[in-house]
T-cell receptor, first 116, second 114 residues
Framework: DTGVSQDPRHKITKRGQNVTFRCDPISEHNRLYWYRQTLGQGPEFLTYFQNEAQLEKSRLLSDRFSAERPKGSFSTLEIQRTEQGDSAMYLC??????????????FGPGTRLTVL | KNQVEQSPQSLIILEGKNCTLQCNYTVSPFSNLRWYKQDTGRGPVSLTIMTFSENTKSNGRYTATLDADTKQSSLHITASQLSDSASYICVVRDYGGSQGNLIFGKGTKLSVKP
């Protein structure tokens, strides 16, 4: 499978717990994105990496959220002290064209987080 | 404020029928507009991308149109199939914007019934 993969696909946790999600992009892609999507809404941008550098962070990415891409390949998104409002689908996407204005982002299947 | 509005919110059609989904945007300056298809529980998949100078682009049974003057786009689906049941999301990028400046619509949920 040469697409974007995410793990786990589903996560149920209790409020206050920490969770970590993993994203493996398409191998030749140097850009990686994290989005959050709630029911009936379009994806909302969280953060973006070019190689290992985190170049942008949305104001949606509170202090409880942290993302890393240590070797410029896979990425992790950690949420500390989860709240019920964190319940959502977390989508990862990757892209690789030089022209960042038109490159196509390929999305993974998402990780659905439920905070009880 | 940059916004992308889609209509209708949801749509039910019979298999074999055609349908048209609408997208109005206020994003300026405009760079490009994309339509994505998102199956339930899956990530979005790009269908078409259109830049300022393009009026029509087709991808199989999907045809997207763009009127940059009125800031409107449509996605026309011909001879619908059951597998077309999904959410269709319109995404607009502003010119020179950051990676975070992709403006996503809320999507139109299409249900194709036999």
């Amino acid at each position: 499978d040469t697409g974007v993969s995410q793990d786990p696909r589903h996560k149920i946790t209790k409020r206050g717990q920490n969770v970590t999600f993993r994203c493996d992009p398409i191998s030749e892609h140097n850009r990686l994105y994290w989005y959050r999507q709630t029911l009936g809404q379009g994806p909302e941008f969280l953060t973006y990496f070019q190689n290992e550098a985190q170049l942008e962070k949305s104001r949606l990415l509170s202090d409880r959220f942290s993302a890393e891409r240590p070797k410029g390949s896979f990425s992790t998104l950690e949420i500390q002290r989860t709240e019920q409002g964190d319940s959502a689908m977390y989508l990862c996407a990757s892209s690789g064209m030089w022209d960042t204005s038109t490159d196509t982002q390929y999305f993974g299947p998402g990780t659905r987080l439920t905070v009880l | 404020k940059n916004q992308v509005e889609q209509s209708p919110q949801s749509l039910i059609i019979l298999e074999g029928k055609n349908c048209t989904l609408q997208c109005n945007y206020t994003v300026s300056p405009f760079s490009n507009l994309r339509w994505y298809k998102q199956d339930t529980g899956r990530g979005p998949v790009s269908l078409t991308i259109m830049t300022f100078s393009e009026n029509t682009k087709s991808n199989g049974r999907y045809t997207a149109t763009l009127d940059a003057d009125t800031k409107q786009s449509s996605l026309h689906i011909t001879a619908s199939q059951l597998s077309d049941s999904a959410s269709y999301i319109c995404v607009v990028r502003d010119y020179g914007g950051s990676q975070g400046n992709l403006i996503f619509g809320k999507g139109t949920k299409l249900s194709v019934k036999p």
